[in-house]
């Protein structure tokens, strides 16, 4: 999994409407703020690994809702370990989207490495919201 330091090669990963022999990312970033080259996440020795996790904040919405759940997005991670693009794949509404959002743009990694280089990437990843008991 995310982390664990492994080869990609060994991971699950797919979209909907994947065939085989092709690539799997297929979405082109735009020049505005990528550094490296982007790969294909199946093409990796090292997988990125979170080095500063960011918890996403309540919004007063959702507090007054009791709302909870997951909210899942597509990030590109690039070369310096900046998250440089968030696409989010869901949300849970009363405000969520953007408290994803912005958390998702919080989170730094050491960077995907190919044979030896860093590379940029684009991964799945979730936020639980979870209401505190007390």
């Known amino acids: 999994g995310l982390g664990s330091g492994g080869s990609a090669g060994n991971a699950v990963i797919g979209k909907l409407g994947n065939t085989l022999n092709k690539e799997i990312d297929t979405i082109t970033p735009t020049k505005k703020a990528l550094v490296g080259k982007l790969v294909s996440v199946t093409t990796v020795t090292t997988m990125p ?8 904040e309540y919004t007063e919405e959702m507090k007054k809702n009791k709302v909870e ?10 070369v310096d370990g900046k998250v440089k693009e968030v696409v989010l794949l869901n949300d849970l509404g009363y405000d ?23 590379v940029a990437v684009r991964i799945i990843m979730k936020f639980k919201f979870v209401l505190q008991q007390g």
């Open 69 to 78: 759940g997951v909210v899942s997005a597509k990030i590109l991670i690039d």
């Open 96 to 118: 969520s989207k953007e408290a994803a959002l912005k958390a998702f743009q919080k989170l730094e990694f050491t960077p995907a490495m190919q044979n030896g280089s860093p």
């Open 49 to 56: 690994v979170i080095v500063n996790t960011v918890k996403p």
